[in-house]
C-alpha cells in the first residue's frame, strides 16, 4: 500500500486499487495531486483498474486546500501557485487517458476540485445523495483543474455537424451553473446539470458504493477497455463570448451581480468560449486548459479573490464583495 499524508493507495482485489483520499475534509492538496498519478501508474502496472472513493469520510472531497493557496498568495509565489494549477491539471488527464477503467465513487459533498476530480473520470459510479458543483467563484476564482474543459467539451459533444449551429445555446447552461456555484440536489440533478453523464449510474446505498464501482470497473476491463482518443473541442468562440459579456453587464446594471463576479464570470466565458477565436473553431483539450490557468492566475492577483478567500476561511461562507 502507498500512502502518503493525504491519501492513499488500496487494493480491493481482483486487480482493483482504490485512491482513497484522507485529508481534512479531504481537500485537494498536493499530496493528493502526487497519488492521484501514483495509483493510476500502479493500477496500470499491477492491476486492470482504479476506484477513486472512500467508506469513512463525511464527504468525497470539499474541495481546493484554501489555506495553502492562500499562503502563497501571502508570498507572492504565483510560480507555485502555477505549478500547483498544471499538476492538478495533468493529475486530471492522466485519470481520463489512463490504460485501465478509472472510475470515480463521489458522494456527499464534492465541490470545485473535488467535482473536477469526478469529471476528469471517464465513468462514474455516483452515491444517490451528491451534492456535487464547481463553486470556485464563491471564492473569486475559476475551475482550473479541468472543470471548464470539460464542460466545453461536453457542449461541444452535443452540437449539431451543422456549420451554423449555434454553440452558445449548449455553453450557457453550463457557464450559468459554473458563474453562480450551483451545487446538485442529489445524483440525479448532477446528470441534469451536466456534472454526470447519461451512461454514469447511481447507488442507493452509500454503504455499497465502493463494491459497486469495483464491479463496473471489472466489467470495463474484462471488456477490454481502452482510453478514449483526445477530442478536438467546437467552441462558440468570440462571438458567444461576447455574448456572454453582454449578459454580465446587464447583471451588473441591475444590481444582480457585484463588480467582482462579472471579472471572475468574464475569465469564464473566455475559458468557455475557446477565447480569441472564431465561433465554431475546433481547439485542443490543452487550449482550454491552458484558457483556464491563465483566467485563475490573473484572479489570483486581485485583492478582491483573497479578500473572499479569506472569508471563506475564517467564516465558512462566501463574501459578495
Not at 493525504?6 to 484522507?22: K, N, P, R
Not at 498544471?86 to 458522494?107: E, G, K, M, S
Request: glycine share 10%.
Amino acid at each position: 500500500m502507498e500512502r502518503n499524508a493525504s491519501a492513499s493507495v488500496l487494493d480491493l482485489g481482483d486487480g482493483v486499487f482504490c485512491l482513497e483520499f484522507h485529508a481534512k475534509m479531504n481537500a485537494i492538496d498536493p499530496d493528493i495531486v502526487t497519488m492521484v498519478t501514483k495509483a493510476v501508474d500502479r493500477a496500470e502496472r499491477d492491476g486492470v483498474a482504479l476506484v477513486i472513493g472512500n467508506d469513512g469520510a463525511d464527504a468525497f472531497c470539499a474541495g481546493a486546500n484554501l489555506f495553502g493557496l492562500l499562503m502563497a498568495l501571502g508570498q507572492e509565489n504565483i510560480k507555485i501557485i502555477d505549478q500547483m494549477v498544471v499538476d492538478f491539471q495533468n493529475a486530471f488527464l492522466r485519470t481520463r487517458y489512463a490504460r485501465v477503467p478509472v472510475v470515480a465513487a463521489p458522494f456527499g459533498l464534492t465541490l470545485g476540485g473535488g467535482a473536477e476530480v469526478v469529471l476528469g473520470c471517464q465513468t462514474v459510479r455516483a452515491a444517490a445523495e451528491l451534492y456535487v458543483g464547481c463553486v470556485e467563484v464563491g471564492v473569486g476564482l475559476i475551475p482550473a483543474g479541468g472543470g471548464c474543459m470539460e464542460m466545453a467539451a461536453r457542449a461541444s459533444a452535443r452540437a449539431s455537424d451543422d456549420p451554423q449551429f449555434d454553440i452558445l445555446s449548449l455553453v450557457r447552461g453550463p457557464f450559468l451553473a459554473l458563474a453562480t456555484a450551483r451545487v446538485s440536489a442529489s445524483a440525479e440533478d448532477a446528470r441534469d446539470i451536466g456534472y454526470l453523464r447519461q451512461g454514469d449510474s447511481t447507488s442507493m446505498a452509500r454503504e455499497t458504493l465502493i463494491a459497486d464501482a469495483k464491479q463496473i470497473a471489472l466489467g470495463l476491463a474484462r471488456a477490454g477497455y481502452r482510453p478514449p482518443p483526445p477530442r478536438r473541442i467546437r467552441v462558440m468562440g468570440e462571438g458567444g463570448q461576447a455574448t456572454l459579456r453582454q449578459a454580465l453587464i446587464n447583471l451588473l446594471g441591475a444590481h444582480q451581480i457585484t463588480a467582482h463576479d462579472a471579472v471572475v464570470s468574464g475569465h469564464l466565458a473566455r475559458a468557455l468560449s475557446g477565447g480569441s477565436v472564431p465561433a465554431g473553431a475546433t481547439v485542443s483539450e490543452q487550449h482550454i486548459l491552458d484558457l483556464e490557468r491563465e483566467g485563475f492566475l490573473s484572479l489570483c492577483g486581485e485583492p478582491k479573490t483573497r479578500d473572499r478567500i479569506q472569508h471563506m476561511l475564517q467564516k465558512g461562507k462566501p463574501l459578495r464583495n
